[in-house]
């Protein structure tokens, strides 16, 4: 059995014992507090989400007396008043604090002692071993190497949950904007889809240069792409300068400018802010300002459009434009290429869906409490591929390979948010591995934590 150290104490995480708690994986017999009164659990509790004792509305009976209230869990005792829980009353109705080790008796504030319930020599070596590998390894992921213990219920059922998290944290963020943004959904969403269309690479200059020139300034010169294209290049930085030979393409641009910055007192960012490096000429910051250009000359109204969007078609679509003559024959001021009809690729307008457009109906139909908006939103997801990157590369090479878009955003959370922070017990599949371990060892009983509660209070052994 395991028998805790100050070292380890220390690195167990006192979500391992919420775990141990909530599914019972301890030795339920001959429970006993601290101070010597027989203790049965009847009823565990329900993980509390918010401030206050870790878990609610549990049942115990303590040398035969039943109560109901509260139970707290700490890795050590006196981390009752570490946390201060002594002056906070919503502490109160604590029934039983459970904890690993006792090293200070707690009492509440009307002096009466808390039952302690300690878990140390109660906890199976085995699933305390798989514990420790899963918070102790180097791996890509903790648990890569035990997927294969996890059913393919309880990996649908949780990459299901997870889009729905990822878009839920992504509608946040944009109604966040929408707020500060004294609620136009249309500017809100301009940003989102400059930011988007500028990538990893140049997203965050894209989303700036959406700040230094308001969306309202822009549509009232909607029906000039001439003057869209000289108010966006302008004020990105990256019109040339007055040296040298220019085109008349260029020389007509800053023209256009320079009235266009004097009536609407414009300040441009700074070159600089761009990143041509180790990109593809398609992907070059000039060609996407002048795709958003000519979005914005073919609809000034993109959030409505996209909301009246019936399917998945008809948004690519929505995004099919093409770009004028002098983008056609150049990636950069200057340098004439090829002629080709540079539209949006379709990799592209599908990350543009997936990051811009889905998050913007996911708030949309929270801010108007229209559940069709948010399903339309996931349905989205669903319709496209799934997205290729070294990510989802990974997983496919673990065997978890993504059906749609839906599947590859909710791998992304999983390894952003739960893998790469070693939220393994907050994750069904981590859990799924502790208890295939726990069963596999013969830890103990293939029982639910009920189950072995009432077997143990009918033996006359709890």
């Known amino acids: 059995m395991f028998l805790p150290t100050a070292r380890n104490t220390k690195i167990m995480r006192e979500a391992f014992l919420h775990f141990i708690w909530r599914t019972g994986r301890f030795d339920l017999r001959q429970l006993r507090s601290t101070t010597g009164q027989d203790i049965q659990i009847h009823q565990f509790g329900a993980p509390n989400e918010d401030g206050g004792p870790d878990?609610?509305?549990?049942?115990?009976?303590?040398?035969?007396?039943?109560?109901?209230?509260?139970?707290?869990?700490?890795?050590?005792?006196?981390?009752?008043?570490?946390?201060?829980?002594?002056?906070?009353?919503?502490?109160?109705?604590?029934?039983?604090?459970?904890?690993?080790?006792?090293?200070?008796?707690?009492?509440?504030?009307?002096?009466?002692?808390?039952?302690?319930?300690?878990?140390?020599?109660?906890?199976?070596?085995?699933?305390?071993?798989?514990?420790?590998?899963?918070?102790?390894?180097?791996?890509?992921?903790?648990?890569?190497?035990?997927?294969?213990?996890?059913?393919?219920?309880?990996?649908?059922?949780?990459?299901?949950?997870?889009?729905?998290?990822?878009?839920?944290?992504?509608?946040?963020?944009?109604?966040g904007t929408v707020h500060r943004g004294r609620r136009d959904w249309e500017a809100c969403f301009f940003r989102a889809l400059a930011r988007s269309m500028g990538g990893?690479?140049?997203?965050?200059a894209m989303e700036m240069l959406t700040q230094a020139l308001p969306l309202r300034i822009l549509q009232k010169h909607q029906h000039s792409l001439l003057q869209l294209e000289a108010l966006l290049f302008g004020q990105s930085g990256l019109l040339p300068s007055a040296d040298g030979e220019q085109e008349e393409y260029t020389i007509l641009l800053k023209r256009e400018y320079a009235l266009l910055r004097t009536k609407y007192g414009l300040t441009p960012l700074p070159a600089a802010a761009w990143r041509f490096l180790r990109m593809r000429p398609n992907g070059f910051p000039t060609v996407r300002i002048a795709q958003l250009a000519?979005?914005?000359?073919?609809?000034?109204?993109?959030?409505?459009?996209?909301?009246?969007?019936?399917?998945?078609?008809?948004?690519?679509?929505?995004?099919?434009?093409?770009?004028?003559?002098?983008?056609?024959?150049?990636?950069?001021?200057?340098?004439?290429?090829?002629?080709?009809?540079?539209?949006?690729?379709?990799?592209?307008?599908?990350?543009?869906?997936?990051?811009?457009?889905?998050?913007?109906?996911?708030?949309?139909?929270?801010a108007r409490k229209e559940g069709k908006y948010r399903n339309r939103a996931v349905s989205l997801l669903r319709a496209l591929p799934a997205e290729d990157n070294s990510v989802i590369r990974r997983w496919r090479a673990l065997g978890w390979?993504?059906?749609?878009?839906?599947?590859?955003?909710?791998?992304?959370?999983?390894?952003?948010?739960?893998?790469?922070?070693?939220?393994?017990?907050?994750?069904?599949?981590?859990?799924?591995?502790?208890?295939?371990?726990?069963?596999?060892?013969g830890d103990g009983p293939i029982l639910s934590l009920n189950e072995r509660a009432v077997l143990y209070r009918i033996a006359g052994v709890g």
């Open 55 to 175: 878990f609610l509305a549990a049942q115990v009976s303590i040398d035969g007396l039943q109560w109901a209230g509260q139970v707290e869990m700490h890795l050590n005792s006196s981390e009752w008043y570490d946390h201060g829980h002594e002056r906070d009353p919503a502490y109160d109705n604590v029934i039983l604090h459970v904890v690993l080790r006792e090293d200070r008796p707690v009492f509440r504030a009307d002096g009466s002692r808390i039952p302690c319930l300690e878990l140390r020599g109660r906890i199976p070596p085995g699933i305390l071993r798989s514990y420790w590998r899963l918070m102790h390894n180097e791996n890509w992921i903790p648990c890569q190497h035990q997927l294969h213990y996890v059913g393919e219920d309880v990996r649908e059922g949780w990459l299901g949950f997870l889009v729905r998290e990822r878009l839920n944290a992504k509608g946040e963020y944009f109604l």
């Open 401 to 441: 390979t993504a059906g749609n878009a839906a599947d590859s955003q909710a791998l992304l959370s999983l390894k952003k948010e739960y893998c790469s922070r070693s939220r393994c017990l907050e994750c069904p599949v981590g859990q799924e591995v502790l208890g295939q371990t726990y069963r596999k060892d």
């Open 200 to 204: 990893r690479v140049n997203g965050e």
């Open 294 to 366: 000519a979005l914005l000359h073919r609809t000034g109204q993109l959030f409505s459009k996209a909301l009246a969007a019936t399917d998945q078609r008809e948004l690519m679509n929505m995004f099919d434009v093409k770009l004028s003559n002098y983008w056609r024959s150049h990636y950069r001021f200057g340098v004439a290429t090829e002629t080709k009809d540079r539209r949006l690729g379709d990799d592209m307008v599908r990350s543009i869906l997936i990051n811009a457009v889905a998050p913007a109906l996911e708030a949309y139909g929270r």
